[in-house]
């Protein structure tokens, strides 16, 4: 899949990727099922590493992949939770032996977990948040967090909502204004390209605001993000991205004193518009013992959570007893496991309340449809996150890269979250800056799209599954 323009973010320029999809199949009560999942896979986020190229890391990825589909073949289970346990230990035990960082071996365990949510809640016949309501996919809270031993997702999580607040992505090379951009640069595909544009086309409110590590590059583009916001969307609201940045928080901290400092970016401190800073600190030294003190000592210090140092069961427990105010959510972590940190967030919530605010943040990763978006929007439904950062629908054009046909059976289901365009393809429906979430709940794991060849054709996948 090739971007509308490069998407810049830490280390990376993204201007095209693969798109990965995978199909399960099993048996539930005597019937069959088959499941499908999908995931994009960008460049320097599941290790972070400036010294390799794409092309060194994308092998390990699909290395990871089909090292979990081989674990997950002819097992039997007696729930999703216990398959996905049996592979999580397993697909763990098999990178600690090899040197794969966590967050990159699991990417392989998330994949095939999606796949297994989606042909079980096809072959029990119910949407995946009847499934985490009813406890259908039999997950044991207790043994993942003790605190919540004894209770089921139910007790924790509201019930779903039927729309998102959409947070858009500004990010590091985006350009601000068309009128700043070269005239050989502008994209005619009807689709806003500069920040301005897609604030005005989309009604946007909420945004997650990179930053690269350098007051010299980062005070002047923060300057001209805050004056193209206040123009566009008055009351908006915001997250830092950190995007690993940075080595220790004594340099962070100079850097947003910098900010609180700097003329022209008074705005972005006035009271109710930051919501979090999200992962400052690169993944190699986010959780070490030491940040506890460094955070301890800043006292007014804005509220932060991790993301790419996430990548084990206990970080988000060890990043808040560090002095961190949570984690973030994205289905390439895990779905079952960001079910388990978002009931231990509410945990936190009732019984330390003067320590918050407790934080689970919905964010991207250049997720598109038809299969790993949808998955993605309905398990921040049943998460019960209000805002979720979207920039799948802003760097790729919509469903475009897509057959025609499958493009208008996702707008015949999804009639609220997808619309044809002037110029013929569907694309993601965002108004009002609001993502409608409500077709999504009559589909077995947000999508719906049946995994017989037909669909799969269209998607471009060749075969079916030779084992269970």
């Not at 206040?230 to 915001?238: A, L, M, N, V």
């Not at 506890?292 to 007893?321: F, N, V």
């Not at 918050?356 to 250049?366: K, N, Q, R, V, Y």
Request: proline share 6%; aromatic share 8%; charged share 20%.
């Amino acid at each position: 899949m090739r971007t509308r323009f490069p998407f810049k973010y830490g280390i990376a320029a993204m201007t095209e990727l693969p798109h990965v999809f995978v199909v399960v199949e099993g048996s539930l009560g005597g019937g069959s099922w088959r499941g499908l999942a999908s995931e994009g896979l960008p460049p320097k986020w599941f290790s972070k590493n400036p010294d390799t190229r794409f092309e060194e890391d994308l092998p390990e990825m699909l290395e990871c992949i089909e090292h979990a589909a081989g674990l997950v073949k002819e097992t039997t289970s007696e729930s999703v939770f216990a398959a996905w346990r049996a592979l999580y230990d397993a697909q763990g035990q098999w990178a600690k032996e090899r040197g794969v960082p966590p967050l990159l071996a699991h990417l392989g365990t998330a994949l095939i977990e999606r796949a297994l949510i989606d042909g079980f809640c096809r072959g029990a016949g119910v949407s995946f948040a009847e499934a985490v309501r009813a406890n259908a996919l039999g997950i044991d809270l207790g043994s993942l967090h003790g605190e919540l031993a004894g209770t089921a997702p139910v007790d924790w999580l509201p019930s779903p909502g039927v729309s998102l607040i959409a947070r858009h992505t500004v990010g590091l090379g985006d350009p601000l204004r068309a009128e700043d951009l070269p005239v050989d640069e502008r994209i005619e595909d009807g689709l806003p390209h500069a920040l301005r544009d897609a604030v005005q086309s989309y009604g946007l409110t909420h945004f997650k605001i990179k930053v690269c590590g350098s007051l010299e590059a980062d005070v002047p583009r923060l300057r001209e993000v805050a004056a193209v916001l206040s123009e566009t969307s008055p009351g908006f609201r915001y997250t830092l991205d950190g995007n690993e940045q940075y080595r220790d928080i004594a340099t962070f901290r100079e850097h947003w004193e910098a900010y609180r400092s700097a003329p022209g970016l008074e705005v972005l401190f006035e009271a109710g518009r930051l919501l979090f800073v999200e992962q400052p600190l690169h993944r190699d030294v986010a959780l070490a013992g030491s940040v506890g003190g460094e955070l301890a000592a800043w006292a007014d210090a804005p509220p932060m959570i991790i993301d790419e140092s996430d990548g084990e069961l206990d970080c988000m427990r060890r990043a808040i007893a560090l002095g961190y105010q949570g984690t973030s959510h994205k289905n390439c972590k895990g779905v079952i496991k960001g079910l388990a940190n978002r009931c231990l967030i509410e945990w936190y919530r009732q019984e330390n309340p003067e320590g918050g605010p407790w934080l689970m943040s919905g964010e991207d990763l250049a997720n598109v449809g038809p299969v790993a978006l949808l998955n993605d929007l309905a398990a921040m439904a049943v998460l019960g996150i209000e805002d979720v950062e979207r920039n799948g629908h802003h760097y790729f054009a919509g469903l475009s890269m897509f057959p025609e046909e499958l493009q208008a059976l996702v707008c015949e289901r999804h009639g609220d979250l997808y619309a044809e365009t002037p110029e013929g393809f569907a694309s993601l429906r965002i108004e009002g800056g609001v993502l409608a979430t409500g077709s999504l709940a009559a589909a077995p794991f947000g999508h719906g799209l049946d995994p017989v060849p037909g669909t799969l054709a269209l998607l471009g996948v060749e075969g079916l599954p030779t084992s269970t």
